[in-house]
Nanobody
Framework: QVRLVESGGGLVQARGSLRLSCAAS????????MGWYRQAPGKQRELVAA???????NYADSVKGRFTISRDDVKSTVYLQMNSLKPEDTAVYYC???????????????WGRGTQVTVSS
């Protein structure tokens, strides 16, 4: 079983900062890809940022220059540093991890439960 535990959400004023963390655990190798998605009320879930085990990251256009994704492969943890937050960043943020189980046969694509980020104007 793969478990993703997110932390770091909360309420912040516009132009403020927050840092999200997500730790993956279970009988897994360090995930090949870890990322953050978000879903605002009435909208579809969208990719915010993702990073490969080699450190290559990609970002949604709406967050480029403001958000930074990073990871610690020893801890199988991914971080999302969010700066210059805007009210439109308000959403539930979900962690996602894709990789291989220890059996070397089965892969996984797992989600965390989500953490609320609210940006007030």
């Amino acid at each position: 079983q793969v478990r993703l535990v997110e932390s770091g959400g909360g309420l912040v004023q516009a132009r403020g900062s927050l840092r999200l963390s997500c730790a993956a655990s279970g009988s897994i190798f360090s995930p090949n890809v870890m990322g953050w998605y978000r879903q605002a009320p009435g909208k579809q879930r969208e990719l915010v940022a993702a990073i490969t085990r080699g450190g290559s990251g990609n970002y949604a256009d709406s967050v480029k220059g403001r958000f930074t994704i990073s990871r610690d492969d020893v801890k199988s943890t991914v971080y999302l540093q969010m700066n210059s937050l805007k009210p439109e960043d308000t959403a539930v943020y979900y962690c996602n991890a894709i990789g291989m189980l220890f059996d070397g046969i089965r892969d996984f694509n797992s989600w965390g439960r989500g953490t609320q980020v609210t940006v007030s104007s």
